[in-house]
T-cell receptor
Framework: DSGVTQTPKHLITATGQRVTLRCSPR?????VYWYQQSLDQGLQFLIQ???????AKGNILERFSAQQFPDLHSELNLSSLELGDSALYFC???????????FGSGTRLTVV | GIQVEQSPPDLILQEGANSTLRCNFS?????LQWFHQNPWGQLINLFY???GTKQNGRLSATTVATERYSLLYISSSQTTDSGVYFC??????????FGQGTRLTINP
């Protein structure tokens, strides 16, 4: 157990639907990062939060949104899902941006 | 943005062999990490090494920041070392950018 908890582990949903992925960072870590891993694009950065505030955005689609709550857990919302959104979604946490990242076990999303 | 290139893309070795994985990056960085993604998909942090040399058991890593490369050494490979090894770099307080990875297969 890395200390970063992601739920659910697997998710199968239909095109057009909306899902929420949840991440609880390691105790003491203030930064949370979301990454998408697909076969053809590798590991792509989506968004970063630090202590509740958005710090950086990557290649995150407008259909996707995220937030970090006061207890530091984070949620990634994916809406109007398309087949191409099928991927592994990882959450990572760190004390700060210049520290080692700890990854959760990921959520495997399959859109059918 | 910064570019990260890893080589070789694939490596197949027999158990007990040694290997060197390379990571080149296109600009100065102050954050460099190596990860191992095992066959079950888990990403494990191996090293946080923006410069210098570190060792952890059979694994060691060296980053020469001035020449913009890092090396990961695996000695006496075991089948459990199989998986994909990623190098990831960051600048300032920016997020990590990942390379495409080196897929390592260790045969018994």
């Amino acid at each position: 157990d890395s200390g970063v908890t992601q739920t659910p582990k697997h998710l199968i949903t239909a095109t057009g639907q909306r899902v929420t992925l949840r991440c609880s960072p390691r105790s003491g870590d203030l930064s949370v990062y979301w990454y998408q891993q697909s076969l053809d694009q590798g590991l792509q950065f989506l968004i970063q939060y630090y202590n509740g505030e958005e710090r950086a955005k990557g290649n995150i689609l407008e259909r996707f949104s995220a937030q970090q709550f006061p207890d530091l857990h984070s949620e990634l919302n994916l809406s109007s899902l398309e087949l191409g959104d099928s991927a592994l979604y990882f959450c990572a946490s760190s004390v700060g941006a210049r520290d080692g990242y700890t990854f959760g076990s990921g959520t495997r999303l399959t859109v059918v | 943005g910064i570019q990260v290139e890893q080589s070789p893309p694939d490596l197949i070795l027999q158990e007990g062999a040694n290997s060197t994985l390379r990571c080149n990056f296109s600009d100065s960085v102050n954050n460099l990490q190596w990860f191992h993604q095992n066959p079950w998909g888990q990403l494990i942090n191996l090293f946080y090494i923006p410069s210098g040399t570190k060792q952890n058991g059979r694994l060691s890593a060296t980053t020469v920041a001035t020449e913009r490369y890092s090396l990961l050494y695996i000695s006496s490979s075991q089948t459990t070392d199989s998986g994909v090894y990623f190098c990831a770099v960051g600048q300032g307080a920016q997020k990590l950018v990942f390379g495409q990875g080196t897929r390592l297969t260790i045969n018994p």
